[in-house]
């Protein structure tokens, strides 16, 4: 159990528009979702706290009008890359927590985005 | 702010080999620490974790020992297969509000 999925795993876009990756739990019901950038050879930059039915908790730097997360059910989260440019590329990856064990987070398996 | 340390690699072994990823941490309190493992193209997956002092988690041959005396949690397994090949990852969380601090990764490759 404790699967999470995200969609799609790979997308490429031209500047100026903008994409939006899903986040899903699939057998289980996720209170909390999180959302990461991962450089390439580098470590997990956590962005953003989603909470099911509220508003987002950013992480400091991240621009809450660029990166808009919305967690509209407890399964379902998405991030949407507004206005992408080349320096938004980057490997996006989000978890998901569960009530009953809050201390362990579940990762999806990333979406890679390529901006031209 | 809560910090995790971790060797640097590349680290390349043979299999059957014994590997050691060294991790510390700085934080306050009593968090909770995790070995999470990526391997190529998949998303991170939680390897073990430990909750308190002297916990030691363990899963798929590997181990890591919560220290808090030398804050400490390394990762050991005693013979690794070529399917060991992959990112791993020390990391922390603070009973308050579970964000996950990540150390900068290691990337381990083994030979057949």
């Not at chain 1, 999470?4 to 899903?22: A, D, F, L, Y």
């Not at chain 2, 702010?1 to 009593?30: H, K, R, W």
């Not at chain 2, 998303?43 to 899963?59: F, I, M, P, R, V």
Request: charged residues 20%.
């Amino acid at each position: 159990g404790a699967v999470v999925s995200q969609h799609p795993s790979r997308v490429i876009c031209k500047s100026g528009t903008s994409v939006k990756i899903e986040c899903r739990s699939l057998d289980f019901q996720a209170t909390t979702m999180f959302w990461y950038r991962q450089f390439p050879k580098q470590s997990l930059m956590l962005m953003a706290t989603s909470n099911e039915g509220s508003k987002a908790t950013y992480e400091q730097g991240v621009e809450k009008d660029k990166f808009l997360i919305n967690h509209a059910s407890l399964t379902l989260s998405t991030l949407t890359v507004t206005s992408a440019h080349p320096e938004d590329s980057s490997f996006y990856i989000c978890s998901a927590r569960r009530q009953r064990d809050q201390e362990t987070q579940y990762f999806g398996p990333g979406t890679r985005l390529l901006v031209l | 702010g809560d910090s995790v340390t971790q060797m640097e690699g590349p680290v390349t072994l043979s299999e059957e080999a014994f590997l050691t990823i060294n991790c510390t941490y700085t934080a306050t309190g009593y968090p909770s620490l995790f070995w999470y493992v990526q391997y190529p193209g998949e998303g991170l997956q939680l390897l073990l974790k430990a909750t308190k002092a002297d916990d030691k988690g363990s899963n798929k041959g590997f181990e890591a020992t919560y220290r808090k005396e030398t804050t400490s949690f390394h990762l050991e397994k005693g013979s690794v297969q070529v399917s060991d090949s992959a990112v791993y990852f020390c990391a922390l969380n603070q009973y308050n509000d579970y964000k996950l601090s990540f150390g900068a990764g290691t990337t381990v490759t083994v030979r057949a």
